[in-house]
């Protein structure tokens, strides 16, 4: 499917949600820009990029039907973090309505949210644009931006950290996953 084609069904399946489909355009252009930089297809990060949230504006009821159908990660189902079940859901949807069969391209839509130990060079570069692509404000971002340009492991640790933060000073559960990505990536 040729990209014009791609963001036109994307635009049909999000809706009216306007601020979700500026996202995925700003996530797909930041995609592209990292994909140059670290010598990855950039036709395959603009793609990840645009459907990483392509099932988030389904209702709550029809997400959770559909998460429940898949093989989602140990623990998430019954984890009480349903706002991550949208990019499970976003890469089967990829597959279904637009025909990827890229592994890699899945799992980078995948992964975008909590990220996870030994992602690809695509699925790094779809969980940082994901955090820092233009229309994203917080604490650290110009160094997040920099940093993504030089060392891609770097910033999924720190990304994966800010994410930790923003989720302890908000009281809210921590996904494993997220602790596991911060780590592993902290260590290498």
């Known amino acids: 499917m040729d990209k014009d084609a791609l963001k036109k069904k994307l635009r049909t399946i999000i809706g009216h949600d306007r601020y979700r489909y500026r996202h995925s355009l700003s996530v797909a252009k930041?995609?592209?820009?990292?994909?140059?930089?670290?010598?990855?297809?950039?036709?395959?990060?603009?793609?990840?990029?645009?459907?990483?949230?392509?099932?988030?504006?389904?209702?709550?009821?029809?997400?959770?039907?559909?998460?429940?159908?898949?093989?989602?990660?140990?623990?998430?189902?019954?984890?009480?973090?349903?706002?991550?079940?949208?990019?499970?859901?976003?890469?089967?949807?990829?597959?279904?309505?637009?025909?990827?069969?890229?592994?890699?391209?899945?799992?980078?839509?995948?992964?975008?949210?909590?990220?996870?130990?030994?992602?690809?060079?695509?699925?790094?570069i779809i969980y940082i644009s994901d955090h820092i692509a233009p229309g994203r404000k917080w604490p650290g971002l110009r160094k997040l931006r920099r940093l993504a340009k030089k060392d891609l492991d770097k910033t999924v640790a720190l990304v994966a950290e800010e994410m930790i933060k923003y989720l302890l000073d908000r009281k809210a559960p921590i996904f494993e996953q997220t602790l596991t990505t911060r780590n592993y990536y902290l260590n290498k």
Do not use: W
Not at 47 to 71: E, I, P, V, W
Not at 78 to 95: E, M, P, R, T
Not at 96 to 120: C, P, V, Y
């Open 30 to 124: 930041t995609a592209a820009r990292l994909a140059f930089i670290h010598g990855v297809s950039i036709e395959r990060a603009e793609t990840a990029g645009l459907l990483h949230d392509c099932a988030k504006g389904m209702d709550h009821q029809s997400l959770l039907r559909s998460a429940k159908k898949l093989n989602l990660p140990p623990g998430l189902k019954d984890s009480g973090h349903y706002h991550l079940f949208h990019s499970y859901v976003s890469a089967h949807l990829a597959k279904a309505l637009f025909g990827i069969k890229d592994r890699d391209l899945l799992n980078a839509i995948a992964h975008h949210t909590s990220g996870r130990a030994g992602m690809s060079k695509l699925e790094k």
